[in-house]
């Protein structure tokens, strides 16, 4: 029951391209900008992508994110196991007047 | 280089409360609004609160207005949350993050620590 809808999983085997998809409204997606964050199994989250499309130090250009409307994207390219992680997006409500996230991806690397 | 320790975590009942503290190091604490997301057990990631940089402004999720209180001590570079009226779904790592500026809406905000685990139980 998260503001934002995201596939609870997506796969892929090494070198494919991934993306997952991060569905919301207009007070939120709509309205504001999005980010992306990565948490690799046992860790911290940490920022991954913000405004839209703009990587964090660090991030690999692997990583592209997009919006469109309602919607924004993350996608991964030429997959690596050290990807498998989960993927929240986040972004304002400004209905809400609060920040809301997806309810995350599991990204397995097959 | 930005440190977010976080502290304050532990066991305590229902009803009870507890305070938790963010200390800050590699940044001009005042500069940047700070926020509190949470992460129950098995589960994704929620949005607590957030205070902007010099204090004047809060916003709280849904799920925790009227129970916690953000405030922050730029005098210290400190981040707390005093919790009240703890709730069994209130059972989480606590992560503190700063934001990219001292306004604390929009834009994006940055997690650092490694979080503290608060846990209510009887």
Known sequence: ?????????????????????????????GSNTVNWYQQLPGTAPRLLIFLNNQRTSGVPDRFSGSRSGTSASLAISGLQSEDEADYYCATWDDSLSGWVFGGGTKLTVL | EVQLVESGGGLVQPGGSLRLSCA????????????????????????VSSIS??????????????????????SKDTLYVQMHSLRVEDTA??????????????????????????????
């Open chain 2, 24 to 47: 800050a190091s590699g940044l001009t604490f005042d500069s940047h609004a700070m926020t509190w997301v949470r992460q129950a057990p098995g589960k994704g990631l929620e949005w």
């Open chain 2, 53 to 74: 940089g010099v204090g004047t402004r809060t916003y709280y999720a849904g799920s925790v207005k009227g129970r916690f209180t953000i405030s922050r001590d730029n």
């Open chain 2, 93 to 122: 790592v606590y992560y503190c993050a700063k934001y990219h500026s001292n306004v604390a809406e929009r834009g994006w905000f940055d997690p650092r620590g490694q979080g503290t685990l608060v846990i209510v139980s009887s």
């Open chain 1, 1 to 29: 029951q998260s503001v934002l809808t995201q596939p609870p999983s997506a796969s892929g085997t090494p070198g494919q391209r991934v993306a997952i998809s991060c569905s919301g409204s207009r007070s939120n997606i």
